[in-house]
């Protein structure tokens, strides 16, 4: 079992920058794939970005070039550096650890971005 636990959320003005942090604990492995999504009310969850333990990583066409993940292996953490944020930004983000057999969520940190 793989416990995540978010943090970094909060509310910030349009054009600024924030940064996730996501922690997993338990019985990790070492081939996984960490990333985020989030989902605003009314709309689909969407995925954010991910990365594989091995540095391979993938964008949503709406946050490439602002947002931009990365991990920290030696301490089971991913991060979401995200840049000139947009009101339409705002959502709960979701941490996600993936193995083959099994999927993991944390329980959300909010964003929020005024104009």
């Given at each position: 079992?793989?416990?995540?636990?978010?943090?970094?959320?909060?509310?910030v003005?349009?054009g600024?920058?924030?940064?996730?942090?996501?922690?997993?604990?338990?019985r990790?492995f070492?081939?996984?794939?960490?990333?985020w999504s989030?989902?605003?009310?009314?709309?689909?969850?969407?995925?954010?970005?991910?990365?594989?333990?091995?540095?391979?990583?993938?964008?949503?066409?709406?946050?490439?070039?602002?947002?931009t993940?990365?991990?920290?292996n030696?301490?089971?953490?991913?991060y979401?550096?995200?840049n000139?944020?947009k009101?339409?930004?705002?959502a709960?983000?979701?941490?996600?650890y993936?193995t083959?057999?099994?999927?993991?969520?944390g329980?959300?940190?909010?964003v929020?971005v005024?104009?």
């Amino acid at each position: 079992q793989v416990q995540l636990v978010e943090s970094g959320g909060g509310l910030v003005q349009a054009g600024e920058s924030l940064r996730l942090s996501c922690a997993a604990s338990g019985r990790t492995f070492s081939i996984n794939r960490m990333g985020w999504s989030r989902q605003a009310p009314g709309k689909q969850r969407e995925l954010v970005a991910l990365m594989t333990s091995g540095g391979n990583t993938d964008y949503a066409d709406s946050v490439k070039g602002r947002f931009t993940i990365s991990r920290d292996n030696a301490k089971n953490t991913v991060y979401l550096q995200m840049n000139s944020l947009k009101p339409e930004d705002t959502a709960v983000y979701y941490c996600r650890y993936s193995t083959y057999s099994s999927d993991y969520w944390g329980q959300g940190t909010q964003v929020t971005v005024s104009s």
